[in-house]
């Protein structure tokens, strides 16, 4: 059974910020990249057990997408009752750890 992807309002400000920050208006590669972000994204519809606990909060779970210096971090929790998956940041791999009180759960 398919879950539903739901992407909170930080996610989607994370989201549209990133879409600019690597000027994907712009730039082809820049843009099928960006794309292939969103359809992983979408792809947690499928068993998103698939992906590890993050080290911040075991009750959250994080798929890594990109290569190398480029690796992004999209941080989610799923709710098992709802069959839903909550996108709730998506940050660079590069970041620190996000505090208790950002991920807003």
Partial sequence: ????????????????????????????????WYRGLRTAIFSLANNPARCPVTPENPR??????????????????????QQQVEVLHIRHGARRKLKKSELGA
């Avoid at 712009?26 to 843009?31: E, G, I, P, R």
Wanted: no cysteine; proline share 2%; aromatic share 12%.
């Fill in 1 to 32: 059974m398919a879950y539903v992807v739901k992407i909170l309002p930080r996610a989607e400000l994370d989201r549209e910020k990133l879409y600019e920050h690597i000027h994907a208006e712009d730039s082809d590669a820049a843009l099928e």
């Fill in 60 to 81: 959250f779970r994080h798929l890594l997408y990109g290569h190398k210096a480029h690796v992004y971090r999209v941080i989610f929790r799923v709710l098992e009752k």
